[in-house]
């Protein structure tokens, strides 16, 4: 009855680096070739960790964008869009609220869980313990079908089930037949989205940790070669290779995490048996990662300088997509205005 549409977004934090390529952008360019996509600036969610610190976010919003283009979106497959040009996701958003269970809300695993790790903000705010709400309004607005998560948000997509049923339990009126005329349920007026699991990024961080910019660890997309290999040149390695002559153990090597990214078995090999019997040093072992993140790197790079130096490009982008979320999030907000008794033409 509906498409097959796929939806995601991002929240604007400024330049991309290599983790949101592995973790995320390289599945968007895969499905955008297989599914209607609509990829979302999500600045609403941004503002309810960042209410005090907005600036952060304007700044942020374009260059996510120009990495997203960089890394292989494509505007002519996929619907790029940002969330508060479509102000059809708040309306939603309020009329889903008048009744979403607020203990359904208490309950969302990282609600909790981020009120601690972020316990230097005040998030004992309405929008923060609103914010999966809006999340499902982001979804439901467009009746997406597959919703691309990690294991950590299928909660929130079990959340949005369960506000798409209730809401279709409250006001779809239009029966459902089978081929005999008998009635099977009610035509749904929100779609019940499915969570398409996606792997978590293997991509670890300078340091061997999650790449993150909390841990200052991360290559950006835009990386130079010459930062790319200064970064790289700095990594820590095996402490217990204190001397070139020394023996190492790859394992204990945030570089060998690195090598299981992007090597091949016999370089993976080389790695190996160089390592473990002293044979190489570890800049010579840096220096097929180096090679490869800086071949990986070379045409986003040029992608994003296209972009950058043509601001009128990204922005025409954007709102043409915008104009076409809008399209489609105005036909669903009719749907459900009309079956909760409030078109008043």
């Known amino acids: 009855m509906f498409p097959e549409r796929v939806l995601s977004g991002m929240r604007p934090t400024g330049l991309l680096h290599l983790g949101h390529y592995h973790g995320v952008l390289k599945n968007w360019v895969k499905l955008q070739n297989e599914f209607p996509c609509l990829f979302f600036v999500a600045d609403w969610h941004a503002l309810t960790t960042h209410y005090e610190t907005p600036e952060v976010i304007k700044e942020s919003v374009w260059d996510m964008v120009i990495d997203w283009l960089a890394a292989g979106v494509d505007p002519e497959k996929a619907t790029l869009f940002i969330q508060s040009k479509v102000p059809e996701h708040a309306e939603l958003h309020l009329l889903l609220s008048m009744n979403t269970p607020l203990s359904w809300l208490e309950r969302v695993p990282t609600y909790k869980d981020q009120q601690e790790k972020l316990g230097d903000k005040d998030l004992g705010t309405y929008g923060f313990l609103g914010y999966p709400l809006l999340q499902s309004a982001d979804i439901l607005i467009y009746r997406a079908a597959q919703v691309p998560v990690g294991e950590d948000q299928v909660p929130h997509i079990e959340l949005t089930r369960e506000i798409a049923r209730r809401f279709n339990h409250f006001y779809s009126r239009e029966k459902l037949l089978d081929a005999k005329g008998v009635e099977i349920g009610r035509k749904p007026i929100l779609l019940e989205p499915k969570a398409l699991l996606t792997e978590a990024s293997k991509m670890p961080g300078l340091d061997g940790m999650k790449m993150s910019k909390s841990y200052q660890n991360t290559l950006a997309l835009r990386e130079t070669p010459e930062n790319i290999s200064q970064k790289v040149r700095k990594m820590p390695t095996d402490p217990a290779r204190v001397r070139r002559t020394d023996p190492g153990d790859p394992a204990k090597c945030p570089v060998w995490q690195l090598h299981e990214v992007y090597s091949d078995?016999?370089?993976?090999?080389?790695?190996?048996?160089?390592?473990?019997?002293?044979?190489?040093?570890?800049?010579?072992?840096?220096?097929?990662?180096?090679?490869?993140?800086?071949?990986?790197l070379a045409p986003m790079r040029e992608r994003a300088a296209m972009y950058a130096d043509n601001p009128a490009l990204v922005r025409s982008i954007i709102d043409q997509g915008c104009e076409r979320a809008r399209a489609l999030a105005s036909d669903t907000m009719k749907d459900v205005r009309k079956h909760m008794g409030l078109d008043y033409s």
Not at 287 to 294: S, V, Y
């Open 265 to 296: 078995d016999t370089t993976k090999q080389w790695v190996q048996e160089g390592c473990k019997s002293a044979g190489i040093g570890c800049i010579q072992c840096k220096e097929p990662i180096i090679d490869a993140i800086t071949r990986e």
